[in-house]
């Protein structure tokens, strides 16, 4: 049998890839698994030209040798010789012939936990006969079955791929399964359905986790294509693709879900929509930010803090793209923008790749030093993501060993956000009223023949005369209130920064809109009576949503410890959010207000002052300074 060893070196990003990434970054994906295929393919072809009988692979765990090992199994099938997987798990030792530590805890990473005689019968059969009976290991019972594997490959490949439990060896306690990549879009052209690639990627992690004691989480990562409107995969179908993984994750056997590395907010809510609509898993959340302290896609820490919380995430972290230097500013304005009893995890990488592809940039013990300073953050969790061994996992437990997850109380603001621009809630914010077609018959007519454009204008003219957040109301005679108001929530979050309030007595057009917005929205006309809330309060419970108008409830709330809560609610006044009107559009405003005239801004001071200074004995009460229009 021929010595060859074959080389496949690691390939460095081009700079003009990493453009074509920025602008399209499915192309990129594209690209990288062509690539990826590619040298798969050109091993394969190594193989062959060498005469090798035996390949072995090596890497860390969750590296990819398993998908590698059978992908270059089949491609040597592909060129005419018969090929065979080995994997090294089925050659450990009974627990009770394990080497032990000096402590006397089992020595998983010692070589001597391995049986290396059989490895040696086996592989020497394979060499000379072509075939021979590997044992089969129990995972669970730390015992080999009874039963052996039977392995034959005549004169053709045997692929070995190495031992995969080396980071629960280590003392990881969550293990994510090699399935980030597992969707239906990135394996269109393989050969295995979405169903198959998961069941086997959960079935291997808990394998190598359950002497260990470790969880197995399934591992969500992006689709690889943008969603509707930076893209064109359409929001509902990236939530049927996240929940088809998940129902087989959970088929599987997965102790729970995580979601990470994602960029962009929605396909983030449209994965864990898919999640809690399909499973009752604990699950993660962890977007990857830049240097800027903004995702690709500008989502900052705060709105992504705001909006996973709001939809149910059980925890959430920050991992990928940078090391744990870079991250920590970033880490530490995520802790502050939770409670301190909510759980806040990270996994950074080993730094950066080093330019000659070598690998990252960062030792395990540098790593562990730069990841001191989060000890004062109250994590729930840390862990390491590109580039990390189980070296690094290693030195990092004995960073946190004797760390209690958990920060101290702090003041929580309330917040509503779209991606890139929250605000905060805790005075007065202004908010645009004319995205709302009560006396606004030019709005009504262009509701009724669909124009967006005019829809924008409006949105677009409030949104420079300062409003912080915009109300949408869509309810009139003659448009199908359901589906108007969710093309208008898309259309508008494609083009404008600042959150939306979502204003309609139609529960179903309110779902509707809840589940398109991209963000954490507020929603307003919700009275106190319960057939309404009983509607509009788990809807915005499941979307994460806040809710004005509950006045008096806050009120009764309050009440006790001597605090008034009143409400003042502007109509159509003069200020310079409304210099864009013509004085038609005044003139028609003026016609659906009972008194004839618009307000002033000293007429709502004027109320507020009531409020404030003379009305002592009253609390839950919303004043309308609207001149009789009734909205």
Same mark, same amino acid.
């Given at each position: 049998?021929?010595?060859?060893?074959?080389?496949?070196?690691?390939?460095?990003?081009?700079?003009?890839?990493?453009?074509?990434?920025?602008?399209?970054?499915?192309?990129?994906?594209?690209?990288?698994?062509?690539?990826?295929?590619?040298?798969?393919?050109?091993?394969?072809?190594?193989?062959?030209?060498?005469?090798?009988?035996?390949?072995?692979?090596?890497?860390?765990?969750?590296?990819?040798?398993?998908?590698?090992?059978?992908?270059?199994?089949?491609?040597?099938?592909?060129?005419?010789?018969?090929?065979?997987?080995?994997?090294?798990?089925?050659?450990?030792?009974?627990?009770?012939?394990?080497?032990?530590?000096?402590?006397? $805890?089992?020595?998983? +990473?010692?070589?001597?936990?391995?049986?290396?005689?059989?490895?040696?019968?086996?592989?020497?059969?394979?060499?000379?006969?072509?075939?021979?009976?590997?044992?089969?290991?129990?995972?669970?019972?730390?015992?080999?079955?009874?039963?052996?594997?039977?392995? +034959?490959?005549?004169?053709?490949?045997?692929?070995?791929?190495?031992?995969?439990?080396?980071?629960?060896?280590?003392?990881?306690?969550?293990?994510?399964?090699?399935?980030?990549?597992?969707?239906?879009?990135?394996?269109?052209?393989?050969?295995?359905?979405?169903? +198959?690639?998961?069941?086997?990627?959960?079935?291997?992690?808990?394998?190598?986790?359950?002497?260990?004691?470790?969880?197995?989480?399934?591992?969500?990562?992006?689709?690889?294509?943008?969603?509707?409107?930076?893209?064109?995969?359409?929001?509902?179908?990236?939530? $049927?693709?996240?929940?088809?993984?998940?129902?087989?994750?959970?088929?599987?056997?997965?102790?729970?879900?995580?979601?990470?590395?994602?960029?962009?907010?929605?396909?983030?809510?449209?994965?864990?929509?898919?999640?809690?609509?399909?499973?009752?898993?604990?699950?993660?959340?962890?977007?990857?930010?830049?240097?800027?302290?903004?995702?690709?896609?500008?989502?900052?820490?705060?709105?992504?803090?705001?909006?996973?919380?709001?939809?149910?995430?059980?925890?959430?972290?920050?991992?990928?793209?940078?090391?744990?230097?870079?991250?920590?500013?970033?880490?530490?304005?995520?802790?502050?923008?939770?409670?301190?009893?909510?759980?806040?995890?990270?996994?950074?990488?080993?730094?950066?790749?080093?330019?000659?592809?070598?690998?990252? *940039?960062?030792?395990?013990?540098?790593?562990?030093?730069?990841?001191?300073?989060?000890?004062?953050?109250?994590?729930?969790?840390?862990?390491?993501?590109?580039?990390?061994?189980?070296?690094?996992?290693?030195?990092?437990?004995?960073?946190?060993?004797?760390?209690?997850?958990?920060?101290?109380?702090?003041?929580?603001?309330?917040?509503?956000?779209?991606?890139?621009?929250?605000?905060?809630?805790?005075?007065?914010?202004?908010?645009?009223?004319?995205?709302?077609?009560?006396?606004?018959?030019?709005?009504?007519?262009?509701?009724?023949?669909?124009?967006?454009?005019?829809?924008?204008?409006?949105?677009?003219?409030?949104?420079?005369?300062?409003?912080?957040?915009?109300?949408?109301?869509?309810?009139?005679?003659?448009?199908?209130?359901?589906?108007?108001?969710?093309?208008?929530?898309?259309?508008?979050?494609?083009?404008?920064?600042?959150?939306?309030?979502?204003? $309609?007595?139609?529960?179903?057009?309110?779902?509707?809109?809840?589940?398109?917005?991209?963000?954490?929205?507020?929603?307003?006309?919700?009275?106190?009576?319960?057939?309404?809330?009983?509607?509009?309060?788990?809807?915005?419970?499941?979307?994460?949503?806040?809710?004005?108008?509950?006045?008096?409830?806050?009120?009764?709330?309050?009440?006790?410890?001597?605090?008034?809560?009143?409400?003042?609610?502007?109509?159509?006044?003069?200020?310079?959010?409304?210099?864009?009107?013509?004085?038609? *559009?005044?003139?028609?405003?003026?016609?659906?207000?009972?008194?004839?005239?618009?307000?002033?801004?000293?007429?709502?001071?004027?109320?507020?002052?009531?409020?404030?200074?003379?009305?002592?004995?009253?609390?839950?009460?919303?004043?309308?300074?609207?001149?009789?229009?009734?909205?």
């Amino acid at each position: 049998m021929p010595n060859t060893l074959i080389w496949i070196p690691k390939r460095l990003v081009e700079l003009g890839l990493v453009n074509v990434a920025a602008r399209s970054p499915e192309a990129f994906i594209d690209y990288c698994e062509q690539d990826y295929a590619a040298r798969v393919e050109h091993a394969a072809t190594c193989v062959r030209e060498s005469g090798a009988h035996v390949v072995m692979l090596t890497g860390p765990s969750a590296s990819g040798k398993t998908t590698t090992a059978h992908k270059l199994a089949d491609c040597i099938a592909a060129h005419g010789r018969r090929s065979a997987v080995v994997s090294l798990d089925n050659f450990y030792k009974d627990l009770k012939d394990y080497p032990r530590l000096p402590d006397g $805890s089992v020595d998983y +990473e010692s070589v001597d936990a391995l049986d290396i005689s059989a490895i040696n019968r086996c592989l020497l059969e394979l060499i000379r006969t072509g075939r021979t009976q590997i044992p089969d290991f129990d995972f669970c019972g730390e015992r080999r079955r009874h039963g052996v594997i039977p392995v +034959e490959v005549g004169d053709g490949v045997v692929v070995i791929e190495g031992i995969h439990a080396q980071y629960a060896a280590a003392g990881s306690r969550i293990i994510n399964t090699n399935t980030f990549g597992a969707s239906a879009h990135k394996l269109a052209k393989s050969p295995y359905t979405v169903e +198959e690639v998961i069941a086997a990627g959960v079935a291997c992690c808990k394998r190598a986790c359950a002497p260990y004691g470790a969880l197995t989480a399934l591992d969500i990562g992006p689709l690889g294509e943008l969603l509707e409107p930076n893209g064109t995969l359409p929001f509902e179908t990236a939530v $049927s693709e996240y929940a088809r993984i998940v129902r087989a994750g959970v088929a599987a056997g997965a102790d729970l879900v995580v979601v990470e590395t994602f960029t962009d907010l929605y396909e983030l809510k449209a994965a864990l929509l898919a999640v809690k609509e399909n499973c009752d898993l604990p699950v993660l959340a962890s977007m990857s930010f830049e240097a800027r302290g903004r995702t690709f896609t500008g989502c900052t820490v705060e709105s992504f803090a705001a909006t996973a919380r709001g939809l149910g995430a059980d925890a959430l972290g920050i991992n990928c793209s940078l090391g744990p230097q870079e991250i920590f500013p970033m880490a530490k304005r995520l802790a502050e923008a939770l409670p301190g009893d909510f759980p806040v995890f990270v996994k950074p990488n080993a730094g950066l790749p080093r330019a000659d592809g070598s690998g990252y *940039d960062i030792t395990p013990e540098l790593f562990a030093q730069q990841m001191t300073p989060y000890r004062d953050l109250g994590l729930f969790a840390a862990g390491g993501c590109c580039g990390t061994t189980p070296d690094f996992i290693r030195l990092l437990n004995d960073v946190f060993r004797d760390c209690v997850p958990g920060r101290a109380a702090h003041p929580m603001p309330s917040v509503i956000c779209s991606p890139v621009e929250c605000v905060t809630v805790d005075g007065v914010t202004v908010v645009g009223e004319r995205i709302n077609p009560t006396g606004k018959k030019r709005f009504q007519q262009a509701l009724r023949q669909n124009d967006m454009d005019y829809v924008l204008e409006q949105a677009v003219s409030q949104a420079e005369a300062g409003a912080q957040l915009l109300d949408v109301n869509v309810g009139t005679p003659e448009v199908d209130e359901p589906a108007m108001l969710e093309q208008v929530v898309k259309t508008l979050q494609s083009v404008v920064s600042q959150p939306l309030q979502l204003d $309609s007595t139609n529960f179903e057009a309110l779902e509707r809109a809840l589940r398109a917005y991209n963000g954490k929205p507020i929603v307003n006309s919700v009275n106190g009576a319960p057939a309404v809330l009983g509607h509009v309060l788990p809807l915005c419970k499941k979307y994460g949503a806040a809710v004005i108008g509950l006045t008096r409830a806050l009120a009764k709330e309050v009440g006790p410890s001597g605090v008034r809560v009143n409400c003042v609610a502007p109509g159509v006044i003069s200020t310079d959010m409304n210099r864009s009107l013509s004085e038609a *559009d005044f003139a028609a405003l003026r016609e659906e207000t009972p008194l004839g005239v618009i307000g002033s801004p000293e007429e709502t001071a004027d109320a507020i002052w009531y409020f404030t200074a003379c009305a002592s004995f009253v609390t839950g009460q919303v004043l309308g300074v609207n001149g009789g229009m009734v909205i």
